[in-house]
């Protein structure tokens, strides 16, 4: 060719648009059990490999393959089911409630319920989690799942924990080791590594979970916490859940295309792993592989969980203007809800009839919360923290001019 | 003529200098082929395609950065930063390079860029969705800061803006991008549609920066003000029946020192308003100015009136908002002092 032939750039697109099939062949999959698993003490360069590969445990029948089978209980499983179901039925009425005017806004998680289920099983007491918006699952994973008051954060009410100062779902839950969410992606991508740190440098033993998204891995929060996570070996796990999306924008954008956000993590020194999100089984053994180097001090590791971000990105956004309706039915990685469910019956440990209580017994148990927390009120109905609240915390004490302010607004 | 929203004012102005101009070029998150999350820059790919309007990588500092490098090349980038609150991954970007490139290399590179980011509250956006940060930038001496309040304004600013070889910062307060907004959040807003303002001309035309314009002609106060707040101040004079002449900036800096001083020179009373935060806002650069060139015509101590310094709250916005309320007894209270 010419060298002097004219320069072209380059903007990426996606495989399919609105009217069209998407292509999934860039996804790249391996097949259920093809996967090794390296030695939790492995050489970053060794997970280089995996980077480009998918760890996958659950085949298409529902079975479990190969060495990163975390051989769980059927009663594990089927706490980590009632978890995505929990998620999904909140996820669900939460929605509704939106669109009935009592909450100003909301975001779903379908279709990556498995992620934040799993990987909060696989956490210890004390281990902290930085999540994203998208990461309800890590608290509605648990048996103690603050349903109630999570509602009036929501409701925005006057038992909303946050006081009214957060947008829905921007929860904060330190006791359950959930950092309080911010609104500016990858901040707390960075946050995570310096907390783990401090464990480390305190001598103690709990270790950190960052979250970010797809999108958000193109802020340089994301690359500065890969430097600092590696250089100091921080006892931290850096979670990319890479749904394809990010609002409008395809993870070509990100800078998928051709490559993989697993990869980053092995070119900054990080041992790094690409695995299937929608895959119960494989979630919790790659967290409880990652969790396990943390905690023996042989450093960070990457995660990139591949899923699919079913829903539209938020109740402002309306995805048929940027993507094909049928995506996620064709999405070849499926519903991660099914999947474990196909597997549980598969080993004999489940049934269609068990199934349905279970939903049913979740329904309930959201519609109870819902009411419960609708009792307090709603930004709807005015039932909100006073105004005066407004000017607490913003420092330790309130200053004087804060107090002049304050009694200028009259409260 | 044709009736536009601020959104299509704003669409229509990158429209003509997309067409006019081969080096603008148009980026940003979301911005290409879904045409921005408050679609501003809707069906600009499909008319210019995909190397003058695309989707850019989540981030800032990132597409502040290009923009600037585009810039010493010899485009006219016109970038968007998603809301005003996402702009301070970019800030050493603006700070540091986009503001100063043309002093520290004595002009041998300039920097015309426009960075549009829309800014704000009163949509329940809560504490990142509502910011105006207008004050960061008129502190920053290289930047420009463009701030419109309708939709004729916000076209004709946005081609001067474009034109201009300085780095600007547009804001646009998103709260009146479908209608004014005169913060009686329990009325419904007469749509831009039906609104004289609305009337804006398809083809090119410019609203000169360094130009502000009088919006309500009166003579018992003067207030100064932008964006959203402009039409609140005259909601508040309306209801109060206090004869005040509003001063809408449109460029808060450089800004249209003249038209304050007249204005204040001829009332002897003076408001400042706005959305932000009061501490170190831009309104104490515009009291600042007030108070050094109209001291002697002054018969009142200047009021400012503006957001609380807190965060911005989610469900404790109205309280937070400076509305019409405030605003009138601002009004009474100049009135009022000898
Ligand atoms: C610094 C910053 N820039 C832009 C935004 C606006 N924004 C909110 S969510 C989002 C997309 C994020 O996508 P991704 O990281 O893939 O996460 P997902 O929504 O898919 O879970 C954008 C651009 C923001 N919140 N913060
Ligand atoms: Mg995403």
């Known amino acids: ?49 995996l980077c480009y590969a998918l760890v996958r445990v659950l085949d298409d029948d529902g079975r479990a393959k190969g060495p990163w089978n975390p051989k769980l209980s059927p009663e594990v499983l089927t706490v980590g089911l009632r978890g995505m179901i929990r998620t999904r039925v909140f996820d669900a009425r939460m929605l509704v409630a939106q ?32 999540p994203t918006y998208r990461q309800q699952s890590l608290l509605l994973a648990r048996d103690d799942a603050p349903m109630v008051e999570m509602i009036c954060q929501l409701l925005s009410n006057e038992r909303d924990p946050l006081k009214g100062r957060q947008l829905p779902v921007m929860y904060s839950y330190k006791k359950l080791g959930f950092f309080s969410i911010s609104g500016n ?41 890969l430097t600092f996570a590696h250089v100091y070996r921080a006892p931290v796990i850096l979670n990319v859940v890479n749904n394809q999306w990010a609002i409008s924008s395809f993870q070509a954008i990100a800078g998928g295309e051709g490559s993989t956000f697993a990869a980053r993590g092995v070119g900054c020194g990080i041992a790094s792993l690409r695995v299937d999100g929608n895959d119960f ?45 049928d995506d996620w039915e064709r999405f070849p990685l499926g519903d991660p809800i099914a999947r474990l469910k196909t597997h549980l019956i598969a080993i004999g440990a489940w049934s269609e009839a068990q199934h349905e209580a279970m939903q049913k017994e979740v329904e309930a148990e959201v519609i109870a919360a819902q009411k419960e927390a609708e009792r307090f009120g709603s930004l709807a109905d005015g039932h909100l923290f006073s105004n005066s609240t407004m000017f607490d915390d913003v420092y330790e004490d309130v200053p004087d001019h804060l107090r002049r302010q304050r009694r200028q607004l009259g409260v | 003529m044709a009736q536009m929203t601020m959104i299509q004012a704003l669409r229509s102005a990158m429209d003509v200098m997309l067409d006019r101009n081969p080096e603008v070029v148009v980026f940003g998150e979301d911005v290409g082929y879904f045409g921005g999350v408050f679609r501003c820059t809707e069906g600009l790919q499909a008319k210019y395609g995909k190397t003058r309007v695309f989707d850019t990588p989540i981030s800032e500092g990132g597409i502040v950065g290009v923009a600037v490098g585009m810039g010493a090349y010899g485009l006219r980038p ?90 600007v910062i547009f804001l646009e307060p998103k ?15 007469v749509p831009w549609s039906r609104h004289p303002l609305g009337e804006v001309p398809e083809g090119y035309f410019t609203v000169p920066l360094e130009s502000a314009k009088i919006f309500r002609p009166g003579k018992d106060v003067t207030v100064i003000s932008y964006g959203t707040m402009v039409w609140v101040a005259e909601a508040a004079a309306n209801e109060t029946g206090i004869d005040a002449e509003i001063i809408d900036l449109r460029s808060l800096w450089p800004l249209d020192l003249d038209a304050m001083v007249e204005s204040v020179k001829k009332t002897g009373r003076c408001v400042i308003v706005h959305e932000a935060t009061r501490t170190s806002g831009f309104g104490a650069e515009l009291l600042s100015l007030v108070q050094e060139h109209c001291f002697y015509d002054l018969e009142a101590p200047i009021v400012r009136v503006t957001g609380w310094d807190t965060p911005y709250p989610h469900a404790q916005e109205w309280a937070y908002f400076p509305g019409p309320e405030r605003l009138g007894e601002a009004l009474k209270r100049a009135m009022e002092a000898c």
């Not at chain 1, 100003?104 to 956490?123: D, P, T, V």
């Not at chain 1, 310096?194 to 797809?214: E, P, V």
Request: charged share 20%; aromatic share 8%; with cysteine.
């Open chain 2, 175 to 189: 709260r009146i991008y479908n209608g004014p907004f005169d913060g009686h959040h329990d009325k419904p807003v």
């Open chain 1, 99 to 130: 669109r009935q005017k009592k909450i100003s806004f909301y975001m779903q998680s379908l279709g990556e319920e498995a992620i934040g289920c799993a990987h909060a099983m696989a956490l210890d007491p004390g281990d902290m989690n930085f």
């Open chain 1, 185 to 225: 992606l990858a901040t707390q991508f960075i946050q995570a590594v310096g907390w783990a740190m401090a464990s480390a440098i305190k001598g103690d033993t709990r270790i950190a979970s960052g979250w970010i998204g797809d999108g958000s891995t193109a802020e340089a929060d994301f690359h500065t916490a």
């Open chain 1, 281 to 325: 089984l494989a979630v919790y053994a790659a967290s409880r592989w990652a969790a396990e180097r943390a905690r023996r001090n042989l450093g960070p590791t990457l995660i990139e969980w591949l899923t699919y971000r079913a829903g539209a990105h938020s109740t402002s956004d309306d995805p048929t203007k940027y993507r094909p309706a």
């Open chain 2, 78 to 167: 016109v970038a968007e930063i998603q809301f005003a609150d996402y702009f301070y991954p970019a800030s050493d970007q603006l700070v540091s390079e986009a503001a100063r490139l043309r002093h520290r290399s004595a002009g041998d590179f300039t920097c015309p860029i426009t960075v549009r980011m829309p800014c704000g509250g009163g949509i329940y956006g809560g504490q990142t969705h509502s910011q105006s940060p207008e004050a960061l930038f008129t502190h920053v001496c290289g930047l420009r800061t463009v701030l419109p309040s309708n939709p004729y304004d916000a076209k004709g600013l946005l081609i001067s803006a474009i034109e201009n070889d300085d780095p």
């Open chain 1, 1 to 49: 060719m010419d060298r002097r032939s004219p320069l072209r750039l380059h903007v990426p697109e996606p495989t399919g648009r609105p009217g069209q099939h998407t292509d999934f062949s860039y996804l790249h999959l391996s097949p259920a059990g093809a996967v090794r698993r390296p030695q939790l003490d492995t050489s970053v360069q060794k997970t280089g490999d």
